[in-house]
Structure formats: structure tokens, C-alpha cells
């Protein structure tokens, strides 16, 4: 089974900032969309970032556009998402995720490889 290895997140306070990494199997990294979704509480699993490892379309969410980055390290087979002037209403679990194709639609159901999950607090 494929994993997707996030590591980041944590507690800050509201203005300061995270970076979130997940990295992946090369052979899934160099052939997908990686990005991260979010689910702040008592709320739908909603993407935030997402990118092509080959390039092409990417995703930003309205909500955080002009805030966080999505990133990538093609030698380490990483993605990162860094966050910046974060805000309480961006406390939610971050999931890392990704899928086979030529586009990064937001929809949750379309992507195949999810990371367990990290969880943000922002104060």
C-alpha cells in the first residue's frame, strides 16, 4: 500500500506560520498531484494546495490564497506547504494527498493516496 509520509504541524499563535511536509514513494511522486486538503471542525474535508510534481494546473483555495505556498523538493520526493500569517479559523487536521491524472480537481473524492493526517491549532 502506498504511503504518504506527513510530518509538520503543531500549535502556533494567530500571525505565525508552519511548514508541512509529505513526502512519497518515487515512483508514485514524479506521475502525481500532491497537495493538502483540511478538516477544521464540525466541517467538510476541503482542499487547500495542491500541484503537479510534473508541473501543469495547480489549486489554491480562496481562503488561503496570498498565505500558504505549496512546494516542491523533486530530490527528495517532497511536498511542502508553507503557511504563513495563519489564523484560529485555519485550525483543522491537514492531510497530505494525492492521485494519478492530468488535473487537481478539489474534490476529495477523486484523490487515491492520503497521509494520516496532522493536526494545526492555531491561537
Not at 510530518?7 to 508514485?28: D, F, K, Q
Not at 505556498?69 to 489564523?87: H, V
Not at 494527498?97 to 497521509?115: L, N, Q, V
Request: proline content about 4%; hydrophobic content about 30%; aromatic content about 10%.
Amino acid at each position: 500500500q502506498v504511503q504518504l509520509v506527513e510530518s509538520g504541524g503543531g500549535a502556533v499563535e494567530a500571525g505565525g506560520s508552519l511548514r508541512l511536509s509529505c513526502a512519497a514513494p518515487e515512483g508514485i511522486y514524479r506521475r502525481t498531484f500532491m497537495g493538502w486538503f483540511r478538516q477544521r471542525p464540525g466541517k467538510e474535508r476541503e482542499a487547500v494546495a495542491i500541484t503537479g510534481t510534473n508541473g501543469g494546473a495547480t489549486y489554491t483555495s480562496d481562503s488561503v490564497k496570498g498565505r500558504f505556498t505549496i512546494s516542491l523538493d523533486n530530490a527528495k520526493n517532497t511536498a511542502y506547504l508553507q503557511m504563513t500569517s495563519l489564523k484560529p479559523d485555519d485550525t483543522a487536521v491537514y492531510y497530505c494527498a494525492a492521485r494519478w491524472g492530468i488535473d487537481c480537481p478539489p474534490e476529495k473524492e477523486r484523490y487515491t493516496y492520503w497521509a494520516q493526517g496532522t493536526q494545526v491549532t492555531v491561537s
